[in-house]
C-alpha cells in the first residue's frame, strides 16, 4: 500500500503540475479560453478515482463519486466568489471563495450526503445559476494571449508551486473514507493554483476572467468523468473502466470546446 500511495502522489504530482502549467501558459500566449479550457479537463480526480480503486476496491471507487458532482458544484461558487471578491485583491478573492467552499463541503460530510441522483441535481442548478453570473452579470471578457516568452525557471516553478498544492489535496483524499475522499477527489486544487500563478503573471483581472471557460470546462468535464467511473469500474474493472470513462470525457471536452469558443463572450 505505501508504494502504491507513493506512486500516487508522485503520478498526481507530474499530471498536475503539468496541467496547470500548460493551461497557464496557453492562457496568457493564446486566449482565456483555451486556457481554461485546459484547465478544467479532468486530471487529479483521474488518479484519485483510480488509487481508490487500486488500494481498496473498483465498487469503492464507484461509491466516491457519490458526492463528486455536489462537490464540483462548490467549484463552481468557488470560482464565482473568486470572481466577485478579487476585485478587492487576490487573497481576498481566494479567502472568500476558500471559505465557501470549505463551508459547504463540510456541511455535506458532516450531513454525510451521498445520494448521487441529489448530487447531480445540485449540480446542474450550480453550474446555471455560476454561468449566468459569470456570463450575463458580472460580463467578463475574453482576453486574448500575447507573443510571451517563458525562461526555464518560470515554467518549473509553476510546475512545483502546482504539483505541491494538488499532491496535498489528493493525500487527504487518500487519509480518509470515501465520502471525504470523493471530496478531496475534486478539491478545487487546479482552479487555485491556476488562478494564483495567472494573477501574479498578468494581473488579477486577467484572473478573474479565466474563471469563466474554468468553470464550464471544469464542471461539466469533471463529472461526466465521475459518471462514467461510477458505472463502468464495477463492471469493466479499472484498466478498462479508466480508459473508457477518458474516452467518454474526451467527447465531452470536444463539446465544451465548441461551447466555450462559439458561446461564450
Not at 9 to 35: D, H, I, N, R, Y
Not at 183 to 190: E, I, K, S, T
Request: with cysteine; hydrophobic share 55%; aromatic share 12%.
Amino acid at each position: 500500500m505505501d508504494r502504491l500511495f507513493f506512486l500516487q502522489l508522485s503520478l498526481s504530482f507530474v499530471v498536475g503540475s503539468a496541467f496547470v502549467t500548460f493551461c497557464t501558459v496557453a492562457a496568457e500566449k493564446s486566449s482565456s479560453k483555451v486556457g481554461g479550457l485546459i484547465g478544467g479537463l479532468p486530471s487529479t480526480v483521474v488518479v484519485a478515482l483510480l488509487f481508490i480503486g487500486l488500494v481498496q476496491t473498483p465498487e469503492l471507487a464507484s461509491q466516491a463519486t457519490d458526492v463528486v458532482p455536489l462537490v464540483v458544484g462548490f467549484n463552481g461558487l468557488f470560482l464565482v466568489a473568486f470572481a466577485l471578491l478579487a476585485s478587492y485583491g487576490l487573497w481576498i478573492g481566494l479567502g472568500g471563495a476558500l471559505s465557501i467552499w470549505f463551508l459547504l463541503s463540510i456541511l455535506t460530510v458532516t450531513l454525510k450526503v451521498s445520494h448521487f441522483g441529489f448530487a447531480i441535481a445540485i449540480f446542474l442548478l450550480l453550474l446555471f445559476f455560476s454561468y449566468y453570473l459569470l456570463e450575463k452579470r458580472l460580463r467578463l471578457p475574453t482576453v486574448k494571449g500575447t507573443n510571451v516568452r517563458f525562461t526555464l525557471l518560470q515554467i518549473v516553478s509553476r510546475a512545483l508551486f502546482s504539483g505541491l498544492m494538488i499532491t496535498t489535496a489528493i493525500y487527504l483524499s487518500k487519509m480518509s473514507g470515501p465520502l471525504i475522499g470523493g471530496v478531496f477527489a475534486v478539491f478545487p486544487a487546479v482552479f487555485l493554483s491556476t488562478l494564483i500563478i495567472s494573477s501574479r503573471s498578468r494581473g488579477v483581472e486577467f484572473s478573474r476572467v479565466l474563471t469563466k471557460p474554468l468553470l464550464v470546462s471544469g464542471m461539466i468535464n469533471v463529472v461526466t468523468y465521475a459518471i462514467a467511473v461510477r458505472y463502468l469500474y464495477p463492471v469493466l474493472g479499472l484498466a478498462l473502466g479508466t480508459l473508457l470513462a477518458l474516452a467518454i470525457s474526451g467527447l465531452s471536452a470536444s463539446a465544451t470546446h465548441v461551447f466555450i469558443k462559439t458561446r461564450m463572450t
